[in-house]
């Protein structure tokens, strides 16, 4: 199973993709992000965004997608141009037939390192450790968007140990 994850941003949108193999391991694909130009028009970025991660959807056919949900942030302005990036990017997953998961920050640190308070440092270790990477994949969008995959995938797993339970 491979799946996509995201963390929007209209300035900057991580992705990371990775594979589950059929022992268990988890395998990373590709992570990395889209880079908008401050210069230009919203509609302008979010069409980038759009076209770029679609052609990531293309390439590597995700069969489950998911995306970091909004939370509240101060800057009201900011998390608007947030949720547009987001309702970008799951208007991409719906039109190529991904099914797609939401997830908050807190719930994306519980899966990944069994606390929701942890820090983002710890997230990015714990990313480092499950894909056995020599490194912390950078920049900090694109190890966020793989902890949201990474969560994804712990999910499914649970719901499948709970259907089988069943």
């Known amino acids: 199973m491979i799946i ?5 941003g209209t ?5 990371g993709l990775i594979k589950e193999d059929p022992t268990g391991k988890i395998h ?6 889209i ?3 401050p210069g230009l028009t919203i509609e302008k970025r979010l069409s980038q ?5 679609l052609q990531i959807i293309i390439l590597h056919r995700p069969d489950s997608g998911a995306v970091e949900k909004l939370f509240f942030q101060k800057n009201v302005t900011n998390a608007i141009a947030v949720g547009q990036a987001r309702g970008v990017m799951l208007l991409a997953l719906a039109k190529a037939g991904i ?3 939401e997830y908050t920050p807190n719930e994306v640190k519980q899966s990944v ?3 929701g308070a942890a820090d983002k440092k710890q997230v990015q270790q714990m990313v480092k450790t499950l894909l056995n990477l020599p490194e912390i994949p950078r920049p900090d969008d ?3 968007a793989l902890a949201v995959a990474i969560c994804h995938l712990h999910t499914i797993g649970y719901k499948r140990l709970v259907q089988n339970r069943d």
């Not at 996509?4 to 929007?8: L, N, Q, R, S, T």
């Not at 965004?49 to 991660?53: A, V």
Request: proline share 3%; net charge negative; glycine share 12%.
């Open 49 to 53: 965004i759009y076209q770029e991660i």
């Open 35 to 37: 880079l908008t130009d």
């Open 28 to 33: 990373l694909i590709k992570y990395g992000t």
């Open 4 to 8: 996509i994850g995201i963390d929007p």
């Open 142 to 144: 694109a190890a966020d």
């Open 99 to 101: 099914e797609v998961a």
């Open 113 to 115: 390192t069994g606390y």
């Open 11 to 15: 300035a900057t949108t991580g992705y």
